[in-house]
Every structure is written in C-alpha cells, then in structure tokens.
C-alpha cells in the first residue's frame, strides 16, 4: 500500500510546487525599462554644461562638490525614490499572495475537518 502512495504523493508535491512557481512569476511581473526622450537627455547635457561654465574658476575640489551633488538631486534620489516605491508595491502584492494563501489555507483545513466529520459518521 505505502508503495502505491508514495508515487502519488510525490506527484502531488511536486505539481503543487509547479503550481506555487507559476503564481510566483504571474504575481511579481517584471520591471518595465523607462528610457528618457532626446529632448530629455538634450536637456540635461545643456544643463551639466551650463552648470560646467558657471563653475570656471572656482576651486577644483569645490567644483566637483557642486557636480556630486547636482548628479545626486538629479540621477541617485529619483532613482532611490523609485527604487523603494517599487518595493513597496512588491510588498504589498507579496502580502496579498499570503492572504489569500492564507485564506485557501483555512477553508482547506475546514474541508478536512468536514471530511473526516462526515467519515466518522458513515463508519
């Protein structure tokens, strides 16, 4: 008898396995690229320029200051701002997913308490 069941309860595990791979790519699609239009970039060329002149003749090391912190208004904190409200989206889908597994959880757990309710009385 343990022969017969084993088989299918390996196949059992590993098509709920395969099941619980599919809802994981269906529930966390990939990240779209956003690429900046040549006015964009044109734009921000001519205000690294404009930023280059107005910095002639001051210091070197105040010179790069100034363009560190120009890359990091314009390039790093939107980045990082986006990178966190990706992530909080990410959070919010993974906390639904266990919900609703959660949810699936209880109502199978009452399945089978009704089950084996119904199996003590039938004999």
Do not use: W
């Amino acid at each position: 008898m343990t022969r017969q069941v084993r088989p299918i309860v390996g196949l059992m595990l590993a098509s709920a396995m395969f099941c619980a791979g599919g809802v994981a790519v269906v529930a966390a699609p990939a990240p779209q690229a956003h690429a900046v239009s040549m006015s964009e970039y044109q734009a921000k060329v001519s205000n690294h320029a404009k930023l280059k002149s107005q910095l002639v003749g001051v210091s070197s090391d105040l010179a790069d200051t100034i363009l560190q912190l120009a890359d990091l208004n314009d390039n790093q904190i939107p980045a990082a701002v986006e990178a966190a409200e990706s992530a909080q989206q990410a959070a919010e889908r993974a906390q639904s997913l266990a919900e609703a597994t959660t949810q699936r959880l209880q109502a199978a757990q009452q399945d089978k308490a009704n089950l084996e309710e119904q199996i003590k009385q039938t004999g």
